[in-house]
């Protein structure tokens, strides 16, 4: 549905992504892991439309993304940024309410407010809806994106039948373990309602979780792409991440999990004398 | 839910409620645009209005009717129409320039056009009957309002052309831009006072105090194409400006053409603030407090924000003006100096109250 194809982004002499291509298809969650600097928001925000790659190309069904109108864009596919900030009261509801207002959705506003608070019950936020967004926690703030973005899908898929992508940047880094649960959860109900959902994920254990499949990137280039079994393997992640890791699994059909060796407390304790 | 709704009613942050204020608004409006066509230094107020309403349709030779119809109809409603068009046209181009910013404390200034059309005003005031006299003398005398617009909006095209990097105008270098630019006018516009006389000095710093006392039917006509081409505008720049408070990104996701709506935002800016600054100098304080107001009754969105903002703007801006002319009359103040004295005090009682001076307001 929403394809890379050889996507190539350069900086001055740097080359941030390098021949990268990805497929993401309704239905599916993929992930983006890599370490810091990797390209993985680049990628993002290439596949959003808003970073025209230097060389190769964007498609949507078959469209190339960099002659597509921002509102036809907006109309296939959302986006849940990290964190932003307003310095306008603004409440959740406006907030979530933003979503609705993509031109060509046309909505009457009670219409738009049903939506939002649908949004808004299946991120969590039941009773958010008066509250100043500035005024919320970092996480709340990343929750009520995600409902942005989910109200955003719900009104663009009321009319027409197609299939819409969901792009996320890290939508989990400042989440408790329920609310990152919950998160997880409505992705996953998101991909069975047939969306295609790409992931940037810092933690790989949520990723391995979660992820119908997994892209490792490193210096801006593909490593490893396939299931979590197939990609999270000892010595590829401590390659990448230049750092001891193990990998586990309690039983063949579980996700991998994986474990940084050299945290203990021995460490921070030298450090500390 | 149900206290949702009620919330939401009471702030005026639905549709229905959102009219209501606008109603308030234009009712309230209404009374101050009549009481400013009544109220003057002369004595003459309403029940003039049939004596001069007769005079206008030639059905009396009275002389004082005469006298009537030239206070009310050639003195009073131009001046009304004006103070009420810039008065709505600074506050509109204040919360445009919040929004575009994402500040709450931007003010229409930031993009170079007051001081553009000061640096211009100045040259023409200083320089009219010298170097510039083949300018006062095609342009007779709209020479200096003139000068202003076409200073104002040239300023503001250079800033642009500046700030732009092949298609894509960055909001921060726009900022940075327009700060440096608004230096160099001040600079120029500092060298050319130095240079003039005593009484170029004083009409100097009375302009630059505002004033609609060189209100006529012809400046009127002028701005009324401008003001309807604002009307026009509104309606596609609040929800581009919404769409842009959580980021141009954001914005570029929800499906707003983001260059576009920047270019349009700061054309309506330049165009509303320049004909404002044309017609009567510099007021300052409306684009920057008018739009504060209505975010703390009714909520920071823009579709509210612009509509109510012009209209209380229109208001303020004429309540300034009959204390402008009647509190030392026969002489007058600056309209500047009053709006200051009126607004200073209660945009700083909105700061402490709130005990937020950026995000809280």
New interface residues.
Partial sequence: MLQARSVTIVRGARKILDDVSVCLRPGRLTALIGPNGAGKSTLL?VM???LRPTSGQMMLDGNDVSEM???????RR??V?QV????????V???VL??T????FNLI?SDGVQFAYAALEEIGLKGF??RRY?QLSGGEKQSVHIARALC?LSVAARSTEASYALLLDEPTASLDFAHQRAVMRCLRRQADLGRAILLVAHDLNLAAAIADEIILLQNGKIVAEGSAQHVLRADVLSRVYACDLSVMQSNPSSPPWVLPMSLDRSVSGAAAE | MNDVRELRTRTFRDQQSRSTLIGFLAVGFTIIFVASLAIGPTGITFDALPRAMSAALGLTDDPSAERDRLVLFDIRLPRSLLGAFIGAALAIAGATMQGLFRNPLADPGLIGVSSGAALAAVATIAFGSTYLSFWTFIFGIYALPIAAMVGGLATTAALVVVASRGRQLETATLLLAGIAIAALANAATGFISYLSDDRQLRDLTLWSMGSLSGASWSKVAAIIPLAMGLLVTLPFLSRPLNALILGEAEAFHLGIDVEYAKRVAIAATALSVGAAVAVAGIVGFIGLIVPHLIRLVAGPDHRIVLPAGAILGAALVLVADILARMLVAPAELPLGIVMAAIGAPIFMHLVLRRGAAVGGI
């Fill in positions: 925000r959003s439309g808003e109108s921002a509102s036809n864009l907006a109309n959302a986006v940024p932003a900030q307003t310095a306008f009261p603004f409440t509801l406006e907030i933003l979503g207002s993509v031109p060509g506003e809806e008066t500035d955003q």
